[in-house]
């Protein structure tokens, strides 16, 4: 099976995985706008057991209970959100990967908190809250 790969900006930070992703999508929670400095952010979710980091270990930021963010502690570039509630999974910003085209979202989530002048016409599912119900 073939190896994803992906990286920070400066290159410190590395990480692969292998095998299929549980889900891709965007977000447009409050919280992961922050975070990027970007209207939306757009996620991967990786099954740990499939996930290692290769390069420099990055920093961590307990950004609220039960939430952990990374990022490079070279050039900050945030590379992942982890949460006990996804206690299996890792969720990695699509914009990271090496090959970021490879990338293919399936749904918007949290769009009661987009931003009004975020116009997108991609036609995928969108969700109040979290797909797991609005």
């Not at 919280?31 to 990055?58: H, I, K």
């Not at 939430?67 to 969720?91: L, N, Q, W």
Request: a negative charge.
């Amino acid at each position: 099976m073939a190896k994803t790969t992906g990286r920070c900006l400066c290159g410190a930070v590395t990480y692969a995985f292998e095998g299929p992703l549980n889900w891709a999508g965007h977000c447009h929670c409050e919280s992961c706008r922050r975070q990027t400095a970007s209207p939306m952010t757009s996620y991967l979710g990786v099954p740990n057991d499939a996930f290692n980091w290769t390069g420099v270990e990055p920093a961590l930021f307990q950004s609220s209970p039960g939430v952990r963010r990374r990022f490079c502690p070279t050039c900050g570039t945030p590379m992942s959100y982890e949460a006990d509630k996804f206690g299996d999974e890792i969720h990695l910003y699509a914009a990271t990967l090496d090959d970021p085209e490879a990338y293919s979202p399936a749904f918007h989530v949290f769009t009661s908190e987009q931003l009004s002048w975020l116009h997108l016409a991609d036609g995928l599912p969108r969700h109040a809250t979290t797909t797991g119900g609005d």
